[in-house]
Every structure is written in C-alpha cells, then in structure tokens.
C-alpha cells in the first residue's frame, strides 16, 4: 500500500504522526501473519502508547535536570555492604512519594550517594512523578538572588511544584540567616505536601550546628526527620575504584 499525503496529513491532524515509524512494520507482520484487522489496530495503537510513554519519560527526565543518568541498575550493592538492597529497592517503588515521605542520605564523600539520589529520581520519573534535582547551595542561592528581583514567589513555586526535591550536598557549609530562613521555607511547605531526598556528607545530628538560629533550625529538621528514611552510607570512596588502572604489566626488553 502507498500511503497517500490525505492519509499522512489525516495522521498528522489527530497527532498521530509517530504510527508512520512503525506502519511498514505492522503492514508486513500483518500481511506474513495474516493479522485480523482488530489486531493489526490494536498492534499499532499499543506502539502509539508506547512512544507516548517513552516521550513522556524522556520530557519527565530532561524537566529534573539530573547531573548523571544514573539508576539502580547500575549500583553496585556489594561495595556498600551496610546499605539494605531491599529497603532502597522499596524507595524506588515510589510509595514514599505517594506518602509524601522524604529520605536522609548521608555517608562519606564517594560513596555513592548522589548516584543514589538521581537513581531514585530517575525511577520516580519511570512511574510517572515529577522530579526536580538540585545542588542544594544552587537552592539556596536561586532563593537569595531572586529576593532581588522580587522573584522568591515564583522561585519558591519551582520548588515545591515536583513531587520530589532533591537537594544534593546539603550542609557543606554553614548557613547564613537568610539561606536557613529559605531552607526553612522550602521544608516547611513541601512538608505533607510533596516529598523531599536530601543528602549530606554529615550525618542529620550535626545538622543543627550549621544554622544560625536554633529555633528555625529545630522547626525545619523536626520536620524533615518526622517522616524520613535514612540511608547511612559507610565505606570507602568509589571513586577510587573509577579510577583508570596503571597498566603494571612489564614488556620483555
Ligand atoms: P557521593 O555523592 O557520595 O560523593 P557519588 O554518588 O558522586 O558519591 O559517587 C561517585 C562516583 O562513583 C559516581 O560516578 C558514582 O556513579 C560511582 N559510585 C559510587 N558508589 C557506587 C556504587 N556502589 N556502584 C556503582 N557506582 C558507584
Ligand atoms: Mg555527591
């Protein structure tokens, strides 16, 4: 059959632009297999499906602005023996998104706790959520600048839209009043709301020391703590292990 420019642009007007990439296949199966014309419909609408889902997950992945692809397939539990398989495996279920629940990911530098972080992100995109990954010291300085211009409304709104927040190396440094009053902010609105992964190169009870004021500070991680699951990561860098091998073999003179 050739198809003719009234079909394609009959395609192109219900958006159905994509069944042109899988039509010759589907008429070849349908004319080798002798497919009912039910099936052959049906066949070409579940590769319509398919490509919607398969752009939506990529829309999904570029709108959380991960640094790395990372997933847990690529994680290699072994070189973390104290981290549970089972328990980060149950995070990537998302079920602690839908509970508006928030995760504490902290351990030595290297140990694979960003690459943790964007694997659950990563997942979270897959079942359909929105996910928003960021520094946290970028959080936090997007907030200070746009107190200039008067955009904090909107900056905030950023914030709190996707149903994950994940601020990355949170605490590398000491707050100022202002940043702990953002992080104050951030919290305290997703809190119920949405959930938020955080990770930190300190552990949650040296987290206090860092802002200036205690009583913002104690409003902020009670509720963070409240409802999270903490990841504890302990070991080595793994990034010793990324490094490229001397090739130590010795040639015969
Ligand atoms: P951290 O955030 O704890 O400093 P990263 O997550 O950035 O560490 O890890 C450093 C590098 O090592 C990244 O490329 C990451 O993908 C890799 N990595 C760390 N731990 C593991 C692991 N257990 N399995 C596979 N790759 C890992
Ligand atoms: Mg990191």
């Not at 042109?20 to 589907?26: E, F, P």
Request: one cysteine or more.
């Amino acid at each position: 059959m050739t198809l003719t420019p009234a079909f394609v642009s009959q395609l192109k007007t219900l958006k159905l632009g994509g069944v042109l990439d899988s039509l010759d296949v589907r008429l070849t199966q349908a004319r080798d297999s002798q497919l009912g014309y039910l099936e052959f419909l049906q066949l070409l609408l579940q590769d319509e499906i398919e490509r919607r889902r398969a752009q939506s997950l990529k829309l999904r992945l570029q709108r959380a602005s991960f640094e790395q692809p990372k997933t847990l397939e690529d994680f290699d539990f072994s070189a973390v023996p104290g981290l549970n398989p089972a328990a980060v495996r149950d995070l990537a279920s998302g079920l602690f998104i839908a509970r508006h629940e928030h995760v504490l990911l902290y351990g030595p530098p290297g140990t694979g706790k960003t690459h943790l972080a964007q694997a659950l992100g990563h997942h979270a995109c897959r079942i359909g959520h929105s996910v928003l990954f960021l520094k946290a010291a970028q959080c936090l300085r997007t907030l200070h600048a746009a107190r200039a211009d008067n955009s904090w409304e909107s900056a905030l709104r950023r914030l709190l839209t996707p149903d994950l927040l994940i601020l990355d190396d949170f605490g590398l440094k000491p707050l100022t009043l202002t940043q702990a009053e953002d992080f104050y902010e951030v919290v305290a609105e997703r809190h119920l709301r949405g959930s938020i992964i955080v990770t930190a190169n300190r552990a949650p009870a040296d987290w206090l020391a860092l802002f200036p004021d205690p009583v913002m500070a104690n409003s902020a991680l009670d509720r963070l703590a409240h409802t999270a699951h903490h990841l504890v990561i302990k070991g080595e860098s793994y990034r010793k292990r990324l490094r490229p091998q001397l090739n130590t073999a010795t040639t015969a003179p």
